[in-house]
C-alpha cells in the first residue's frame, strides 16, 4: 500500500527556514515522481516542486531560489527545504506521488495518484 508522511511543519518567523520531510512507504522514492504542493486558506492547492526517479528537479518560477528539493533513498523520504519564509507561505503543504518511473517532472495535480495528509506551516511576520 502506498502511504506518505508529511512532516516538519509548524509555525516560523518570517525570515525563518523549515524543512519539511515525505516518508513514503509501498514503494521506494526513486522509483516514481514525487512532488510538493501547498493549499492557502481560501485558495486553491498549487503546485511547487517535483523530483523525478532520476533525481532531475522542477520548480515553479514563484518558489526558485528559496525552495530546494531532495530525496534520501536510505531514509525513503523526500524533503523539501524552504528558506526566507514569508507570510505568504503560510499554507498546509502537502507531497504526493506520480506513479511513473520518468527523468523529468512537473507540477500537474491531476497526473499525481497519491497524496499524504498534509503539514501546517504558519509564519508569523
Known amino acids: 500500500e502506498v502511504q506518505l508522511v508529511e512532516s516538519g511543519g509548524g509555525l516560523v518567523q518570517a525570515g525563518g527556514s523549515l524543512r519539511l520531510s515525505c516518508a513514503a512507504s509501498?514503494?521506494?522514492?526513486?522509483?516514481?515522481?514525487i512532488g510538493w504542493f501547498r493549499q492557502a486558506p481560501g485558495k486553491e492547492r498549487e503546485g511547487l516542486s517535483c523530483i523525478s526517479s532520476d533525481g532531475t528537479t522542477y520548480y515553479v518560477d514563484s518558489v526558485k531560489g528559496r525552495f530546494t528539493i531532495s530525496s534520501d533513498i536510505a531514509k525513503n523520504t523526500v524533503f523539501l527545504q524552504i528558506n526566507n519564509l514569508k507570510a505568504e507561505d503560510t499554507a498546509v503543504y502537502y507531497c504526493?506521488?506520480?506513479?511513473?518511473?520518468?527523468?523529468?517532472?512537473?507540477?500537474?495535480?491531476?497526473?499525481?495518484?497519491?497524496w499524504g495528509q498534509g503539514t501546517q506551516v504558519t509564519v508569523s511576520s
Open positions: 509501498g514503494f521506494t522514492v526513486d522509483d516514481y515522481v
Open positions: 504526493a506521488v506520480e506513479a511513473i518511473h520518468s527523468d523529468r517532472c512537473d507540477v500537474t495535480e491531476n497526473e499525481y495518484d497519491y
